[in-house]
């Protein structure tokens, strides 16, 4: 027995539904990761979370936080200049990352820390998932 499968090309079927990377689908996914990862995020003045929100287009598939000290608030390590051994490096020196674990305020935000999607990830994962599965199926493959 032989059959014949006539279908749109596999590029097509996932623009259609949304699930391309500019696609509704991925829309919904960057701006749930959004309005979730302030939550893990460091809050002193709040204005790393107001410099991602605004940084971060949701209309492509990533998170943006991008300032000098961004880099060392993710990866929660003191980062210091080369030349002054300070954190107050100044202008143009080029710092690198000690091993002395950053204290995170838990005042504003209590799951703050370092790795914001890696803690995002463990503790909303799975709720995340349903949510997203939830809008897929809302959305009938349109």
Same mark, same amino acid.
């Given at each position: 027995m032989k059959a014949t499968v006539k279908m749109k090309p596999t590029a097509q079927i996932v623009k259609r539904i949304g699930l391309? #990377? !500019? =696609?509704?689908?991925? *829309?919904?996914?960057?701006?749930?990761?959004?309005?979730?990862?302030?939550?893990?995020?460091?809050? #002193? !003045? =709040?204005?790393?979370? *107001?410099v991602t929100v605004a940084q971060t287009d949701i209309n492509k598939p990533l998170i943006v936080t991008d300032t000098?000290?961004?880099?060392?608030?993710?990866?929660?390590?003191?980062?210091?200049?080369?030349?002054?051994?300070?954190p107050?490096?100044?202008?143009?020196?080029?710092?690198?990352v000690v091993d002395t674990p950053l204290s995170y305020?838990?005042?504003?935000n209590p799951q703050a820390g370092p790795y914001w999607d890696r803690r995002l990830s463990a503790?909303?994962?799975?709720?995340?998932a349903r949510e997203?599965?939830?809008?897929?199926?809302?959305r009938g493959g349109r």
């Open positions: 391309d #990377q !500019s =696609g509704q689908v991925q *829309k919904f996914w960057t701006s749930t990761v959004l309005r979730r990862i302030i939550r893990y995020m460091p809050y #002193q !003045s =709040g204005m790393t979370i *107001k000098p000290y961004a880099r060392f608030l993710y990866h929660g390590k003191l980062m210091v200049g080369d030349v002054t051994g300070s107050w490096a100044r202008k143009g020196e080029t710092k690198h305020s838990k005042a504003k503790a909303e994962g799975n709720v995340m997203l599965q939830n809008y897929i199926d809302r």
